[in-house]
């Protein structure tokens, strides 16, 4: 039988329904057209829980083929396979070993910010395993490089800040710049 795990955070992002200004927080337009958006969080969330423990880094998503398991930090690398976690690992590393398990109550495709709202959990949790404050406005922009640069991924910025604040909001993107 496994020992029990050191500790368990948990930690939760909302989906969210994007009522106008889909694409313009991506920075490329925002930097020369600005950009703005209105959403609403959900009650659907993206759901993170990690248990410290262990000597390994075991990572699982919600499909039962969504499994992996690593000896070191060294070996994460981006191979398809759960690549949002092992990037927010790559961001905040933790010591020792970790499981990673995530789910997110709405579909993939569903358009409902799923990517934002997944790195932003993922990274609190993380925060949270490392005993870290952290700032709103810090998780959002973390959340954001997470997807633009640690995966390089075109991303914009709304999501993963409806994620981190919640409720309805309204947005103003400049290039690098969010205004509520």
């Known amino acids: 039988m496994p020992a029990p795990p050191d500790h368990i955070a948990r930690a939760r992002a909302p989906l969210r329904v994007d009522f106008a200004g889909d694409g313009t927080d991506v920075p490329l337009f925002a930097a020369e057209h600005g950009g703005a958006g209105v959403a609403v969080a959900l009650s659907l969330s993206a759901h993170v829980e990690a248990r410290l423990g262990g000597r390994t880094i075991r990572l699982r998503g919600e499909d039962p083929d969504d499994r992996v398991t690593l000896d070191s930090p060294a070996a994460l690398t981006y ?102």
């Open 79 to 180: 191979d398809g396979r759960l690549d949002r976690s092992k990037a927010a690992l790559n961001m905040l590393p933790v010591t020792g070993g970790i499981e990673l398990i995530t789910w997110v109550d709405a579909p993939p495709g569903s358009g409902l910010g799923r990517r934002g709202a997944l790195a932003t959990a993922l990274l609190a949790v993380l925060y949270e395993c490392r005993r870290e404050p952290y700032a709103a406005a810090d998780l959002a922009e973390l959340a954001f490089q997470l997807e633009a640069v640690e995966l390089k991924r075109l991303a914009g910025r709304q999501d993963p800040w409806i994620a981190t604040l919640g409720g309805l909001r309204a947005f103003e993107f400049t290039g690098d710049a969010v205004r509520e």
